[in-house]
Structures are given as C-alpha cells and as structure tokens.
C-alpha cells in the first residue's frame, strides 16, 4: 500500500506531498524507497535535492541506489550536492549506477565532474565508458583541461616517462624537442627539406636561429647528412 501511494503521488506530482514522501526515503521496504525516489523526481522539487544526495552513499538497495543517481541529474534536483553525490557514485560497485550517475553528470555540466568523468573513461563496463563520454561531450570546453591532463600521462606512460607535455601544433612541439636537445651555440644539422627549415614551417627556422642554433642544412640524401653529422661532431677526448 505505501508503495502503491508513493508511485500515486509520484502521478500526481503535487508538491505538497514532498515533506511526506521526505520522511520514507528510510522506509524498511526497499520498493517504498523506490517508489519514492520516483516520484520525488516526478515533482522535481529542491527540497528533495540533498536528502537523496546523501541517500545515494548510504543506500544498501542498488536498485534504489541506480533511480536516485538519476533523480539527481533532473531540473530542480540539480546542484552541488548532485554534483558530489554522483561524483562518488562513479566508484559504486553496481555498474548502472555507474551510468546513470554519468549520465547525471553530464546534465549537470559542472567543471567540477571533467577529471572523474574522464577517469570513467577507463571502467571496465563499456555502457559506463559510453556514458562517460557523451558527458564529456555534453561539458564541452569545460572538460579540455582535464582531457589535455590524461592524454599528457598516457603518452608518458607510453614512452616510460615521468610526465609528458601536450602542444597544439607540431611546430611548437618540434621547437620544444631542440630547446630539450640543445643548446644555444649548438650546430644544427638537418635536412634542406625538413620541416623545420622549410615548407609550411618556414617562420621555424627564425626562431631557432633566435634561440641560438646554427641550421647547416645538408641538400642530400640520408648518407650525406650522415657524413655531416660526423663531420660535425667534437673529436673524441
């Protein structure tokens, strides 16, 4: 009967019944719960807001536990105590509460929800990567730094280093690696036709003059810039 009266007023969505609904989200029957959490949704009032929050870390049910991460991403449930509740709930054992709770986070749109919404990425539930993604999406602009910052430790991982660096252009990457391998005086041999020296990155060549390299662009094939090289390099002792 009360899980028959809590899904009727759920219906009904009058938001007079909210304080009554309030007092059996702690029902001992876990449809009740459930029911009620329904239909708090359903009237969409902020006073419901931060007691399913809290509800949503304490609930033993993950039925109840998947309706509320949910309930916190619709209009008028929404706020900061949404926004915690379901960052945590992207650690819940039960993979569709993972989900919706991604989800959630999503509609939200807050900042705060970029980094862990980027950490779902790597959930072992596919559904729950999916979600994670279109949320990431849904964040927009707001999700780049925290996008930048796993792409940066990836790479790292990658190539055994302790941190890697993300650049928007190959050029301020190929100007990064001969400050990294260089330094100023140093003589710079390369390809006439290498990117750095010539084509689309023609401005290169001044910066790394600017730096204080010194280009010897060797007009040939890899066996003569090889010769170069040598020719180049400091006799030994």
Request: some cysteine; proline content about 7%; glycine content about 8%.
């Amino acid at each position: 009967a009360r899980a028959s009266a809590a899904k009727a007023l759920g219906f009904i969505g009058n938001i007079e019944a909210v304080p009554a609904l309030l007092g059996h989200l702690d029902d001992p029957n876990s449809t009740v719960r459930l029911r009620v959490v329904r239909a708090l949704m359903q009237t969409g009032d902020a006073r419901a807001a931060k007691p399913l929050a809290r509800l949503l870390s304490a609930e033993a049910d993950p039925e109840v536990r998947e309706e509320i991460a949910a309930a916190l991403g619709t209009q008028g449930l929404a706020g900061p105590d949404a926004v915690s509740a379901c960052i945590r709930a992207l650690d819940d054992s039960a993979r569709a509460v993972r989900s919706n709770a991604a989800r959630s986070l999503g509609r939200l749109a807050s900042p705060r929800a970029a980094p862990h919404l980027v950490k779902a990425l790597g959930d072992s539930y596919w559904s729950v990567r999916r979600d994670a993604e279109n949320s990431i999406v849904n964040l927009g602009p707001k999700a780049v730094p925290s996008l930048i910052e796993a792409l940066e430790a990836r790479v790292a991982a990658l190539a055994g280093k302790e941190a890697a660096v993300y650049v928007p252009s190959g050029t301020m990457g190929n100007q990064l690696a001969l400050r990294a391998h260089t330094e100023p005086g140093d003589q710079l041999v390369c390809h006439a036709d290498a990117h750095i020296h010539r084509g689309a990155y023609v401005n290169m060549i001044d910066e790394t003059i600017r730096y204080g390299l010194h280009p010897d662009p060797v007009p040939a094939r890899l066996k003569s810039l090889q010769m170069r090289i040598n020719e180049s390099s400091p006799e030994p002792g």
